[in-house]
């Protein structure tokens, strides 16, 4: 899984995209489902360093938010 397929819309890395390229399964599948999957053509994904940011930000505000 070593092409390119996407760019981060946070911090403009290349990166690939499992489904993308073709694989059965894409890499973010094995992270929490935290956010949608954009519709096709309708956004990008984020690279696997920008979603496991967004993810442990959307954790850290789901642990202050008052229950």
Known sequence: MNETTN???RCG???????????A???CAA???AFAVPA???GEC???RCLGALIEARRQALRG???
């Open 7 to 9: 760019v981060c819309p």
């Open 13 to 23: 890395a290349a990166f690939t995209c499992g489904m993308r390229a073709g694989e």
């Open 25 to 27: 399964e894409c890499w």
């Open 31 to 33: 992270l929490p489902a």
């Open 40 to 42: 096709e053509g309708a």
């Open 46 to 48: 984020y690279c696997p």
């Open 65 to 67: 938010a008052p229950g």
